[in-house]
């Protein structure tokens, strides 16, 4: 791509240009004026993930593309211009801000506060030790207990996470994944706790096993188990808790992990055909539980790619729900999404510059469609968001829905050559990905041979290496840089945070019955070692105070514990 | 003429954002380093056994989970407790401006905050542990 690039001096006028000779057209005219002017250096020529850039696009970027077959109108087959009829002028995203630190009580608080300032929906951030599967007390867990997220071992942590909170009628985004079923557990008996049947609930869990091992890593038991684990939990929902997600496919943290839009892309989606795949593997009609999967976008910066990237997603879901997997139900052909914009392009140079590149890259989200959004806080480079920074990354959608006009039509990016263009382009390259994941025998055989990590670690370091040689500028660390006048005020979790929760982890399991906890464990490993749904076991240990480390323990002698090919 | 440098790139704590650990890795690597990396979720004792046995000059450590003052700190001690206080600690990650003083006092030698660049980190390599090297 590189060699296409043209340098500040340009090159000699081109004759032809000058002419204005008859026989030329006008895209042939502009061809040659463009090519004799001189161009800024730079990065210019492709989007941030390297993919090729033409200078303008015209009519010609449009042909072969029909419009009723490649996109449709909302809420129509293929969905390219969204799920919904109606999309924005029906109903304004979910505006639903990740939240989560120190101890339940205190994120309680946080959650009282943003559902007060008119936030809509709540979202769970655990600490690392429990979405690891440790109690905070376990010695792993030493240093990291209510650091980037909540702490919740017990049934009664879970309790007071959402104490005055009707969880009848809110709906709630539990970022969780291999303790998942363990959140739900929780979050079910807590709902019991209420007087609130399962059968009320609404929300979603993360539950997306397969991007831990390609890119987030946070993990217990092998993918095999792990994507039983999760079939389990898909069929429950389907039967028990019908207004759950029961997973949500996630891009986001590929991304994060440094992947392009491309792999973003194209290895999300992979994971969801498996996911599929393995629900059917597992007896069930496709549309039984498809209309219950979820995706998670990460909203970068590059800000046509990314709402190109969000419409090449639902036209190949739909797609491959429709013509591979023959479901028939519209429901399942629609792909619902949330979305967040990219901590990993955040700065801690000149932070308060984070608050724009959150508002474009949330503008991206909302012409690109999704169904709800969360808008980083100017301080998550350092910390997590003190709640003065938390609420500009609010307000900031506000504006948006409020003030910019950009959710009154829908899709207004539909039909520009660009667009299209791209998206086309995103849509190629998905399926080229595809085809590289089938020859290599599926998306498990694939993590295991290491082929995602490598694919993310080579783009990240291309990308780092376009920063360091100027190429690429990031304001505020590579030029237009300044010194820092004064520092930001960050959250802090207090140590005292950590002995505090210990303590009540500690008194939790002191005052419990605990051969019954233990009998439930039993009972749980050898539903493991059959081929039982789990999630009744999982509720039941969950009912006899079993903690979260308890019964992520019980099921390792069952099922192992993963080690990754660490690949450089 | 001088071996090269040896460098554990590490992972410890609990959390799995290896992006800017794999970075530097191959960045060292680029640089003429030998790059052992210990992969993800490293307990302190398992960090400083590896850079022991592996007999490196530095080990650049990985933190972002928050858990930094707790992790530095440890490897710090393990390293002094094996007498093996020669190996250079430094590290990286999601660490905030304030608590950069307090790790330099507890003996890492060198933290990079968020944006710093590969070249930089590189250059203090070829420097402190460089040292060790003899070269």
Same mark, same amino acid.
């Given at each position: 791509?590189?060699?296409?690039?043209?340098?500040?001096?340009?090159?000699?006028?081109?004759?032809?240009?000058?002419?204005?000779?008859?026989?030329?057209?006008?895209?042939?005219?502009?061809?040659?004026?463009?090519?004799?002017?001189?161009?800024?250096?730079?990065?210019?020529?492709?989007?941030?993930?390297?993919?090729?850039?033409?200078?303008?696009?015209?009519?010609?970027?449009?042909?072969?593309?029909?419009?009723?077959?490649?996109?449709?109108?909302?809420?129509?087959?293929?969905?390219?211009?969204?799920?919904?009829?109606?999309?924005?002028?029906?109903?304004?995203?979910?505006?639903?801000?990740?939240?989560?630190?120190?101890?339940?009580?205190?994120?309680?608080?946080?959650?009282?506060?943003?559902?007060?300032?008119?936030?809509?929906?709540?979202?769970?951030?655990?600490?690392?030790?429990?979405?690891?599967?440790?109690?905070?007390?376990?010695?792993?867990?030493?240093?990291?207990?209510?650091?980037?997220?909540?702490?919740?071992?017990?049934?009664?942590?879970?309790?007071?996470?959402?104490?005055?909170?009707?969880?009848?009628?809110?709906?709630?985004?539990?970022?969780?994944?291999?303790?998942?079923?363990?959140?739900?557990?929780?979050?079910?008996?807590?709902?019991?706790?209420?007087?609130?049947?399962?059968?009320?609930?609404?929300?979603?869990?993360?539950?997306?096993?397969?991007?831990?091992?390609?890119?987030?890593?946070?993990?217990?038991?092998?993918?095999?188990?792990?994507?039983?684990?999760?079939?389990?939990?898909?069929?429950?929902?389907?039967?028990?808790?019908?207004?759950?997600?029961?997973?949500?496919?996630?891009?986001?943290?590929?991304?994060?992990?440094?992947?392009?839009?491309?792999?973003?892309?194209?290895?999300?989606?992979?994971?969801?055909?498996?996911?599929?795949?393995?629900?059917?593997?597992?007896?069930?009609?496709?549309?039984?539980?498809?209309?219950?999967?979820?995706?998670?976008?990460?909203?970068?910066?590059?800000?046509?790619?990314?709402?190109?990237?969000?419409?090449?997603?639902?036209?190949?879901?739909?797609?491959?729900?429709?013509?591979?997997?023959?479901?028939?139900?519209?429901?399942?052909?629609?792909?619902?999404?949330?979305?967040?914009?990219?901590?990993?392009?955040?700065?801690?140079?000149?932070?308060?510059?984070?608050?724009?590149?959150?508002?474009?890259?949330?503008?991206?989200?909302?012409?690109?469609?999704?169904?709800?959004?969360?808008?980083?806080?100017?301080?998550?480079?350092?910390?997590?968001?003190?709640?003065?920074?938390?609420?500009?990354?609010?307000?900031?959608?506000?504006?948006?829905?409020?003030?910019?006009?950009?959710?009154?039509?829908?899709?207004?990016?539909?039909?520009?050559?660009?667009?299209? &263009?791209? #998206?086309?382009?995103?849509?190629? /390259? %998905?399926?080229?990905?595809?085809?590289?994941?089938?020859?290599?025998?599926? !998306? $498990?055989?694939?993590?295991?041979?290491?082929?995602?990590?490598?694919?993310?670690?080579?783009?990240?370091?291309?990308?780092?290496?376009?920063?360091?040689?100027?190429?690429?500028?990031?304001?505020?660390?590579?030029?237009?840089?300044?010194?820092?006048?004064?520092?930001?005020?960050?959250?802090?979790?207090?140590?005292?945070?950590?002995?505090?929760?210990?303590?009540?982890?500690?008194?939790?399991?002191?005052?419990?019955?605990?051969?019954?906890?233990?009998?439930?464990?039993?009972?749980?490993?050898?539903?493991?070692?059959?081929?039982?749904?789990?999630?009744?076991?999982?509720?039941?240990?969950?009912?006899? &105070?079993? #903690?979260?480390?308890?019964?992520? /323990? %019980?099921?390792?002698?069952?099922?192992?514990?993963?080690?990754?090919?660490? !690949? $450089? | 003429?001088?071996?090269?440098?040896?460098?554990?790139?590490?992972?410890?704590?609990?959390?799995?954002?290896?992006?800017?650990?794999?970075?530097?890795?191959?960045?060292?690597?680029?640089?003429?380093?030998?790059?052992?990396?210990?992969?993800?979720?490293?307990?302190?004792?398992?960090?400083?056994?590896?850079?022991?046995?592996?007999?490196?000059?530095?080990?650049?450590?990985?933190?972002?989970?928050?858990?930094?003052?707790?992790?530095?700190?440890?490897?710090?001690?393990?390293?002094?407790?094996?007498?093996?206080?020669?190996?250079?600690?430094?590290?990286?990650?999601?660490?905030?401006?304030?608590?950069?003083?307090?790790?330099?006092?507890?003996?890492?030698?060198?933290?990079?905050?968020?944006?710093?660049?590969?070249?930089?980190?590189?250059?203090?390599?070829?420097?402190?542990?460089?040292?060790?090297?003899?070269?």
């Amino acid at each position: 791509m590189s060699d296409k690039k043209v340098r500040g001096n340009g090159r000699p006028a081109n004759g032809k240009s000058q002419e204005r000779s008859k026989g030329l057209s006008g895209k042939e005219l502009w061809d040659a004026q463009f090519a004799s002017t001189p161009k800024r250096a730079g990065a210019i020529d492709r989007t941030i993930s390297d993919l090729p850039l033409k200078p303008m696009y015209g009519p010609e970027d449009l042909a072969g593309i029909d419009y009723e077959r490649d996109l449709g109108y909302p809420g129509e087959y293929p969905y390219t211009r969204g799920i919904h009829p109606t999309m924005y002028r029906g109903r304004l995203w979910t505006m639903r801000q990740f939240a989560g630190f120190g101890t339940a009580k205190q994120t309680n608080e946080r959650f009282h506060f943003l559902l007060a300032q008119g936030q809509t929906g709540l979202s769970v951030a655990f600490d690392m030790p429990a979405l690891m599967g440790y109690d905070s007390d376990h010695p792993r867990a030493l240093g990291e207990v209510g650091k980037c997220g909540v702490a919740v071992a017990t049934l009664q942590d879970m309790q007071d996470l959402f104490a005055g909170i009707d969880l009848g009628a809110i709906s709630t985004s539990m970022t969780i994944n291999c303790t998942a079923p363990v959140a739900l557990a929780l979050y079910i008996a807590t709902a019991e706790s209420q007087g609130v049947p399962q059968e009320k609930l609404s929300g979603t869990l993360q539950a997306d096993m397969l991007k831990e091992y390609i890119a987030q890593k946070e993990w217990i038991y092998p993918p095999e188990p792990s994507m039983r684990i999760i079939t389990d939990m898909m069929s429950y929902c389907a039967r028990h808790v019908p207004k759950w997600n029961s997973i949500s496919i996630s891009g986001y943290h590929i991304r994060e992990a440094g992947s392009t839009a491309a792999q973003e892309l194209a290895f999300t989606l992979a994971d969801g055909f498996a996911y599929v795949e393995a629900g059917i593997a597992a007896g069930m009609d496709v549309d039984e539980f498809a209309p219950r999967l979820s995706f998670f976008f990460n909203a970068h910066s590059d800000f046509f790619e990314e709402i190109a990237k969000y419409r090449a997603a639902r036209r190949i879901w739909a797609r491959h729900m429709r013509e591979r997997f023959a479901a028939k139900n519209p429901r399942s052909w629609t792909m619902r999404f949330h979305t967040q914009t990219a901590g990993c392009s955040a700065t801690a140079q000149q932070a308060q510059n984070n608050i724009m590149r959150v508002a474009f890259q949330a503008l991206g989200a909302v012409l690109g469609g999704t169904q709800s959004l969360h808008t980083n806080s100017l301080d998550e480079v350092l910390a997590l968001p003190t709640e003065e920074n938390a609420q500009i990354a609010l307000r900031t959608q506000q504006i948006i829905a409020y003030e910019t006009g950009a959710g009154n039509v829908i899709d207004p990016l539909g039909g520009s050559y660009y667009v299209e &263009k791209l #998206t086309n382009e995103l849509e190629a /390259e %998905a399926e080229r990905y595809f085809e590289r994941i089938a020859e290599l025998g599926g !998306v $498990i055989p694939a993590i295991h041979a290491g082929f995602f990590q490598k694919e993310i670690a080579d783009a990240s370091y291309r990308y780092q290496r376009e920063i360091e040689s100027g190429e690429r500028i990031i304001v505020g660390v590579n030029d237009f840089v300044q010194e820092e006048a004064e520092s930001i005020s960050l959250l802090k979790i207090d140590r005292a945070v950590e002995l505090e929760q210990c303590r009540r982890v500690q008194e939790f399991r002191a005052n419990r019955d605990g051969e019954a906890a233990q009998r439930a464990l039993d009972r749980l490993a050898e539903a493991a070692r059959g081929d039982e749904n789990l999630m009744p076991h999982y509720l039941n240990c969950v009912r006899s &105070k079993a #903690t979260l480390g308890e019964i992520s /323990e %019980a099921l390792v002698p069952v099922f192992g514990r993963y080690r990754e090919p660490a !690949v $450089i | 003429m001088a071996r090269p440098i040896r460098i554990l790139v590490a992972k410890a704590g609990l959390d799995g954002h290896d992006r800017g650990a794999k970075v530097i890795a191959r960045a060292l690597r680029d640089a003429g380093c030998e790059v052992i990396y210990t992969g993800l979720h490293q307990t302190p004792e398992q960090v400083v056994e590896a850079a022991i046995q592996e007999d490196v000059d530095g080990i650049g450590l990985s933190v972002l989970s928050g858990a930094h003052m707790t992790l530095f700190p440890r490897i710090k001690e393990l390293l002094v407790k094996e007498g093996s206080d020669d190996i250079v600690l430094f590290g990286g990650g999601t660490i905030p401006p304030e608590d950069v003083k307090p790790l330099l006092a507890a003996g890492v030698a060198g933290v990079f905050t968020p944006g710093t660049p590969m070249a930089t980190i590189v250059d203090f390599v070829r420097r402190e542990c460089g040292k060790r090297v003899g070269a």
